[in-house]
C-alpha cells in the first residue's frame, strides 16, 4: 500500500513564501510521476504542478507558473513544492498524488490520472 505524507502547509501572508514536503512509501517512488493539486472550500481540485518520475520535465498551472517550483528527491522518496509570492487566492488544501502507471511518457494533468492520494495539508494566505 502506497502513503503520501504531505507536510508544510501553515498561514502566511501575501507575498510570502511556504515549501511543501510529500513523503512517499509503499513502492518504487521513482518510476512514477508525481503531482501537486489544491482544492478550495466549495470547489474541485485544481491541477497545480507535475514532474515526470526521472525530474526531467515538470508542468504548471498557469496560476501558478513563475512562483511555485515542483522539484523531486527520489533518495529520499520525497517531492517538493516552494510556493513564492503567494497570493490569497492560493488558499486551499494542498494535495500530493502518485501517477497509476508506470514511467508514464505524457504528463499526468487529470486528477483521475492518480492512483494515490495524501490526506492534504492546509495553505492559508492572508491579505
Known amino acids: 500500500q502506497v502513503q503520501l505524507v504531505e507536510s508544510g502547509g501553515g498561514l502566511v501572508q501575501a507575498g510570502g513564501s511556504l515549501r511543501l514536503s510529500c513523503a512517499a512509501s509503499?513502492?518504487?517512488?521513482?518510476?512514477?510521476?508525481m503531482g501537486w493539486f489544491r482544492q478550495a472550500p466549495g470547489k474541485e481540485r485544481d491541477f497545480v504542478a507535475t514532474?515526470?518520475?526521472?525530474?526531467?520535465?515538470?508542468y504548471y498551472a498557469d496560476s501558478v507558473k513563475g512562483r511555485f517550483t515542483i522539484s523531486r528527491d527520489n533518495a529520499k522518496n520525497t517531492v517538493y513544492l516552494q510556493m513564492n509570492r503567494l497570493k490569497p487566492e492560493d488558499t486551499a488544501v494542498y494535495y500530493c498524488a502518485a501517477d497509476r502507471i508506470f514511467r508514464r511518457a505524457t504528463p499526468p494533468f487529470t486528477p483521475g490520472d492518480y492512483e494515490y492520494w495524501g490526506l492534504g495539508t492546509q495553505v492559508t494566505v492572508s491579505s
Open positions: 514532474i515526470s518520475w526521472s525530474g526531467g520535465n515538470t
Open positions: 509503499g513502492r518504487t517512488f521513482s518510476y512514477y510521476n
